[in-house]
Each structure stands twice: as structure tokens, then as C-alpha cells.
């Protein structure tokens, strides 16, 4: 593994380690805005949108079994399954269109609520759990809430990144 390939596999485990860190002091502190907000999906969207289809794959699918061991733990492997198909359908859309401003990231962030909330429930009904759908406001806030979040983390990312970069920069002698 390449020096570049370590960064990005670090920068990738200390994100799904924060995020597991506050979803599970939300849940702690304010157990009903777990329902409203699902932290672990930020890291999934910000490698989706700033890496390779198949780095966000493998973080969905970190993320998700991190989520069904600490989280959710009725069926294991549920949410990585589902994690795992949002970063491969996030990232190639991400890989074909440019999603690197506000409203694609907000878009992107809204959308990956919405379809992992959908795709949980559809199989969790498919292995025979008696599961009741969220309501429109609850999806609604859902949504809103992880556009804004997914948008905000990646502008700190971006930010971060660019005077990171500019600090490093050379300066040519001629």
C-alpha cells in the first residue's frame, strides 16, 4: 500500500470513528434524534463524492457493520449490505457528475438518507421483521438534516484540505 493509500485509509477510519463516537452520544444524550439523524453515513458520502467508487464501498461497508455491532444490532450485516450499495451508486454518480458544491453535496447527502432508509426497510420486511414506515415529516427532516450535515462536514473537509495544501506548496526556483 502506497503512502497516499495509507493517508486516505486513516483520514477514512478516524472519520468513521468519529461519526460512530457521536451517534452513539446521541444516542446516549438525546436518544430521539437518532431518528432524525444518521451520523454514520457522512463518511460514506464525503469518499463517495471526493474518492473512488470502490473507497466508498469499502467505507459504507465499514460503517455499516460498525453500525450493526454497536447500534442496530438485530440482523447483522444488514446495514453494511445496505451501506455498501449506497457508496457504490453514490460513488458513481459522484464519478460522472460534479457533486463538489453546496447543493450537490446537500442533494447527495438528502438521498442517501432517503434510499437507505428505504432499502433497510424493504429487506428488513424481506427477512420477515414487522417493521412500520417512517412518515413523511420524519423522511423529510431525515433528509434535510443529512443534506445540511453532509454538505457542512464536506465544506470543514474541503476548507481544511485547501490551506493544508497551501501550506505545502513549494516554491519553484528558476
Known amino acids: 500500500m502506497t ?3 495509507r493517508i486516505l485509509a486513516l483520514w477514512a477510519l478516524l472519520g ?3 461519526s460512530l463516537v457521536f451517534e452513539l452520544g446521541l444516542g446516549r444524550f438525546a436518544p430521539g434524534a437518532t431518528q432524525y439523524v444518521a451520523l454514520m453515513t457522512l463518511p460514506l458520502a464525503a469518499y463517495a463524492l471526493r474518492t473512488s467508487q470502490r ?3 469499502v467505507v459504507g461497508c465499514v460503517s455499516g457493520l460498525l453500525e450493526d455491532y454497536w447500534i442496530e444490532p438485530r440482523l447483522f450485516g444488514l446495514n453494511g449490505l445496505v ?3 449506497l457508496g457504490w451508486a453514490l460513488g458513481g454518480i459522484g464519478a460522472r457528475f460534479d457533486l463538489n458544491n453546496f447543493w450537490g453535496r446537500f ?3 438528502a438521498s ?3 434510499v ?3 432499502l433497510q426497510t424493504a429487506l428488513r420486511r424481506l427477512f420477515g421483521e414487522i417493521v412500520s414506515p417512517m412518515g413523511v415529516a420524519s423522511l423529510g427532516i431525515r433528509a434535510a438534516a443529512g443534506g445540511l450535515l453532509t454538505a457542512a462536514v464536506l465544506a470543514i473537509v474541503s476548507t481544511l484540505g485547501a490551506s493544508r495544501r497551501a501550506t505545502r506548496q513549494k516554491t519553484r526556483k528558476t
Open 3 to 5: 503512502g497516499r493509500k
Open 16 to 18: 468513521i470513528g468519529i
Open 55 to 57: 473507497s466508498s464501498m
Open 83 to 85: 451501506k455498501t450499495i
Open 107 to 109: 442533494a447527495s447527502g
Open 112 to 114: 442517501v438518507q432517503l
Open 116 to 118: 437507505d432508509e428505504g
